[in-house]
Antibody, heavy 118, light 106 residues
Framework: QVYLVQSGAEVKRPGASLRLSCKTS????????IHWLRRVPGQRLEWMGW????????RYSQQFQGRLTITKDTSASTAYMDLSSLGSEDTALYYC???????????WGQGTLVTVSS | DIQMTQSPSTLSASVGDRVTITCRAS??????LAWYQQKPGKAPNLLIY???ILEDGVPSRFSGSGSGTEFTLTIGSLQPDDFATYFC?????????FGPGTKVDI
């Protein structure tokens, strides 16, 4: 059984940085990519970026360029998302998801609620 | 970026009804389109990928069709467990984008 377990809810001040984790199990971590997505309240799901868990290559949405970094720890089968310079507009439910190439997101984390407020 | 739209935004239906949801892309996405179901407080669940291929374990009452810029998700006979929000997603190029969702309620 494949599992993606995300870290817990966060409350951050504007200007702070955020690190979320996504611990995976039940499959070969290096064989698939992990994507990070989010849903801002009242808006549609938004793709943020992904990491190739085999070689560490990353790609980010232009919207987050410069403040988003996705990394991995292969020994821990865990992917991380770092987002800096948080603003209230970053208040959202964040998800990690495992992509099966050309087959969509087959597995999702449970979601992590992030609240940015002064 | 490719813009995804869905219609209707809300759909009221009854158990046993045949339900069709439409998804449109602002550019040709070929057949690189997926459908997800999401229930309140839960992560999305992949139903269909490559426009028409059912994910393992998804009931056969779900089906998908289309290509290019217009796609449909059909639920052949709505069951109580199907009341949820459905959204489409293209994955032909980054950034992947999602439809706004269609809420199916009673």
């Amino acid at each position: 059984q494949v599992y993606l377990v995300q870290s817990g809810a966060e409350v951050k001040r504007p200007g702070a940085s955020l690190r979320l984790s996504c611990k995976t199990s039940g499959y070969s971590f290096s064989s698939y990519s992990i994507h990070w997505l989010r849903r801002v309240p009242g808006q549609r799901l938004e793709w943020m970026g992904w990491i190739n868990c085999a070689n560490g290559d990353t790609r980010y949405s232009q919207q987050f360029q410069g403040r988003l970094t996705i990394t991995k720890d292969t020994s821990a089968s865990t992917a991380y998302m770092d987002l800096s310079s948080l603003g209230s507009e970053d208040t959202a439910l964040y998800y990690c998801a495992r992509e099966i190439i050309s087959c969509g997101y087959q597995n999702w984390g449970q979601g992590t609620l992030v609240t940015v407020s002064s | 970026d490719i813009q995804m739209t869905q219609s209707p935004s809300t759909l009221s239906a009854s158990v046993g009804d045949r339900v069709t949801i439409t998804c449109r892309a602002s550019q040709n996405v070929g057949i690189k389109l997926a459908w997800y179901q999401q229930k309140p407080g839960k992560a999305p669940n992949l139903l269909i990928y490559k426009t028409s291929i059912l994910e393992d374990g998804v009931p056969s009452r779900f089906s998908g069709s289309g290509s290019g810029t217009e796609f449909t998700l059909t639920i052949g006979s709505l069951q109580p467990d199907d009341f949820a929000t459905y959204f489409c997603q293209h994955y032909i190029a980054y950034p992947f984008t999602f439809g706004p969702g269609t809420k199916v309620d009673i």
